[in-house]
T-cell receptor, first 111, second 116 residues
């Protein structure tokens, strides 16, 4: 079992729709969770981080964390073509302190 | 005012050569990292330094040797390059290590290494 798992996609949504990106992790001791966005040929950039169970909203983005289910998600409301990118879930291991990345989900927002 | 800068951006070289990638950050962070991103976009940590001390040393060939002359710099030297070393190498930095919560990683623009 991979430490951090994401569906590689591509996930295709129409412009204006809600895009839902999911991530599961194996280390129950994990405390910090991050979502990065990576455009093709560019470096990853931080979108959001979340530490506590529940939802955290920032503009069109909402991160959701459920530690009991070992599940973290990212919702993008009113998706725009400029949101088309690969979204990387990253989890800080409670044992080692390392930031472990998932393989990323490619999102395509069609005009 | 680049936060994390790495050079070169592209590196094309032949098998068996030795090459170095340099990284510098001006964010005042105390922790720096090297990540490797393969063709499937999977980002895997290689090394991490905190205050010039090596704290993460993943299972990578010992042909890869990091060096951190000070908190703001982390270089990566690769000996006897192989075809499988072709990838994008990202430098990153963050503040703090070992606590429950860390500041997020700030990535450099990456070095695309092609070994022919």
């Amino acid at each position: 079992q991979k430490e951090v798992e994401q569906n590689s996609g591509p996930l295709s949504v129409p412009e204006g729709a809600i895009a839902s990106l999911n991530c599961t992790y194996s280390d129950r001791g994990s405390q910090s969770f991050f979502w990065y966005r990576q455009y093709s040929g560019k470096s990853p950039e931080l979108i959001m981080f979340i530490y506590s169970n529940g939802d955290k909203e920032d503009g069109r983005f909402t991160a959701q964390l459920n530690k009991a289910s070992q599940y973290v998600s990212l919702l993008i409301r009113d998706s725009q073509p400029s949101d088309s990118a690969t979204y990387l879930c990253a989890v800080k291991s409670g044992n080692t302190g390392k930031l472990i990345f998932g393989q990323g989900t490619t999102l395509q927002v069609k005009p | 005012d680049t936060a994390v800068s790495q050079t070169p951006k592209y590196l094309v070289t032949q098998m068996g050569n030795d090459k170095s990638i340099k990284c510098e950050q001006n964010l005042g962070h105390d922790t720096m990292y090297w990540y490797k991103q393969d063709s499937k976009k999977f980002l895997k940590i290689m090394f991490s330094y905190n205050n010039k001390e090596l704290i993460i040393n993943e299972t990578v060939p010992n042909r890869f040797s990091p060096k951190s002359p000070d908190k703001a710099h982390l270089n990566l030297h690769i000996n006897s390059l192989e075809l499988g070393d072709s990838a994008v190498y990202f430098c990153a930095s963050s503040q703090g290590w070992g606590g429950m919560y860390n500041s997020p990683l700030h990535f450099g623009n990456g070095t695309r290494l092609t070994v022919t």
